[in-house]
């Protein structure tokens, strides 16, 4: 009979506390060095589509490693993988399997490993290697936690990809709809994809993080949804509004807070946009709110906004250069 | 030192095959029954915003108790809850803190309980209860295995909600970007949410599941999107279309092709979208495919659309009766 210890299985439980990929590779790959009392570890993916292994994560960062891919069944990788059962190689000096092309790469030397599949039921989504064992030699015993750990990792990275599978949903569904607003205005082109950009730029300058940055990211897609209710024929005027048409495409930003009132989850975006044209000296719309009442998110839209804006052809002026934009506001 | 076998590790990774609250619930309890040898076991939740348990899950469905408010300090499971410590009551008829109440509203008859909190950190979710076990008593040593279990519980839980709140936030934003698009058009209010629903119920009728009734409801929300590239004075015009008018409304479908094209995840339910117009008879837009060319989806899009068509007021008729629909059809 198996058994194991109470800290190990909350060492598990740690895979499954996030459902972001990368923060779930870090966890994993700290968790097996920790247990193992190793110097890196490693973990391949391969991809269903590909016919080939490929660097997934790796415990300290060689960005290099990311261009490898490791034939199926080449090295010890390609060994595991192939034969879908662990192995130990405690001097890796003696073994033929053994790729030095990575150490040759990275400096690194690698002096045992010991690797294991990664899978659940009948599929197999890579590799793990445990690298350089710092007490010692790997032991047969070390396979029974490889083992137990093994479909844990494949659950925990099968749900993270889950979880961004509909979060790319979410997202190529928003900035769909978006550019599909933004086609009905000739004046436009490309401004949506720059203003999420540019968004999440100067939200993560000023300091925001997680969730903050995403919502940065989302307001920044959505600003001009609410253009879907003005009339074409105010929305492709080539000449200049008068002022009643003016007030209607104001109500732009009403319109985007009704479309997104019924969402509970957008409760943080509505007002990041619906205040997006207000002004740090009160004379913008809707409410002639100023400075610091002006939600931050919102602050952070109507700046990248207006710079995109001066930084776009229009038919009546050409775009200002970045380096002029600047000049004109600190000279003021 | 406290440990544990595999096959009860193996368990748990089960609550974490799925990201759907129902299919996980399901499994917490079917193993929690198993692990125990108990009749029964339910899972109370004290939510955020409430100040009372309720019942989340049970083991054998009685409906009827998910309408029982659990006073957060009252009975068995709100002292779990208050003092966040696990108990067991071997014989409830000695007990005075067992309130009744459950057992006379369902028939079924309470004689032991192990109840455990549910939590993880400092958050505390609600409340485990494990209902007569088969072969004697609770023991201390049960107690063990609840404290292993119920940070994984908790953890299985809220990877759920969290997956579940961004597909809320998908299904809402469709949905609300689906109704700015039909406000633009003035025949078509409520349209959209009853040939989601409509879609859903004839996919599930013919035999569809799991994810292909998703793609049925998400087909349906969006089947008219592409009408936001039809310019307002055709979608909006009182009078008969011209046939270059009808030439520019045909363009619908193809319209919604292009705003899904970019989301690789809306690959299934593009061709959905796509051919709705498509008829049975070939006579149908944009390809005249016929019969069973034409993808499922599309079809059960189609029948509901002209259902709901048929069933709506038209300034120049009254809405049809579901019933002579019918008729009229098998008239023929």
Known sequence: MTIFKKSLIYKIAGFFISLETKEILKRI????????????????????????????????????????????????????????????????????????????LTGFKT????????????RRYGVVEIINKKDGKFKRKDLKICELISPFVAIALENAALFEKIEEMFFGMIRSFAKAVEAKDPYTSGHVERVENLSYLLAKKVGLKGNELKN???????????????????????????????????????????????????????PAIYYHHERYDGKGYPEGKKGEEIPLLARIISIVD??????SDRPYRKALSAKKNTKRVFKK
Chains 1, 2 share one sequence.
């Open 216 to 270: 940065a990211k989302i307001a920044g897609i959505l600003h001009d949804i609410g253009k879907i209710g003005i009339p074409d024929e105010i929305l492709k005027k080539p000449k200049k509004l008068t002022k009643e048409e003016y007030e209607i495409i104001k109500k732009h930003v009403l319109y985007a807070k009704e479309i997104l009132e019924p969402i509970s989850e957008m409760k943080d975006i509505i």
């Open 111 to 122: 002096n045992s490993i010991l690797a294991f599949p990664l899978g659940l039921k009948k």
């Open 29 to 104: 790959t700290e968790t097996l060095e920790e247990i193992f009392n190793a110097e890196r570890v490693s973990i391949f993916r391969k991809k269903e589509d590909r016919n080939y292994l490929e660097f997934y994560t790796f415990s300290r960062g060689e960005d290099e490693l990311k261009k490898i891919k490791i034939e199926l069944s080449k090295g010890i990788v390609g060994w595991v993988y192939k034969n879908n059962r662990p192995l130990i190689v405690n001097d890796v000096s003696k073994s033929k399997m053994f790729y030095k092309g990575v150490d040759e």
């Open 306 to 311: 207006a710079f995109d804006a001066m930084a």
